[in-house]
């Protein structure tokens, strides 16, 4: 029994008539970022995440596979603030100051990577991105690996007992997709 009771548990009827979740969270082919085996999303509330894969809702994972390819480099934004000066352009750049910080100095990458922004993307335009259908669970008790998004890649000749839960996300096109998040963003 979990700890807490999540709204999927209290109100199954409503949330049924969801068309499909585009999750940002999960590590599918990589390694995670807050551990060796788990994405940040997930390792915080593995409980919840668990829920959302056994729920029955179609669901698009935007893990840290395609994140990662995601990238927006520090130089980038001062770039487009120069260009394009805006309320919204600064603010991006503002924003993202001590994200870009922390990976400067924890990778020697002196930008960020766009998850949640990607996850949206994908939320507007599912042909960002390549996809796979297949089985997930989310380690709930693991002393090591609690969080970790476990995809069974088997080749199973048999769904019926673990069917796919999830298109998983594996490439991203990030042209396009930075051409979206700039238009977005107001670029003209």
């Known amino acids: 029994m979990m700890k807490n009771p999540h709204l999927y548990l209290r109100d199954r009827t409503t949330l049924k008539k969801v068309g499909r979740i585009v999750i940002m969270g999960g590590a599918v082919k990589v390694p995670g970022n807050i551990s060796a085996a788990a994405e940040f999303n997930f390792f915080v509330d593995p409980d919840a995440a668990q829920v959302v894969m056994e729920s029955g809702i179609p669901l698009t994972l935007v893990g840290l596979d395609v994140a990662m390819k995601a990238p927006l480099p520090r130089k980038d934004i001062e770039d ?18 001590v994200y870009m910080a922390f990976y400067r100095d924890n990778e020697g990458f002196h930008g960020c990577y766009l998850h949640d922004p990607l996850a949206v993307g994908v939320a507007i335009d599912p042909n960002l991105v390549s996809t796979e259908s297949v089985y997930m669970v989310v380690e709930t008790e693991g002393k090591f ?3 970790m998004s476990l995809a069974d890649w088997r080749d199973r000749r048999d ?5 796919p839960n999830v298109d998983a996300c594996l490439d991203v096109d990030t042209d396009s997709f930075m051409k979206l998040f700039y238009s977005l963003i107001g670029n003209p």
């Open 145 to 147: 690996t609690s969080g």
């Open 80 to 97: 487009y603030v120069q260009k394009h000066p805006s309320a919204v352009s600064q603010f991006i750049a503002d924003c993202t100051g």
């Open 159 to 163: 769904e019926s007992t673990f069917p």
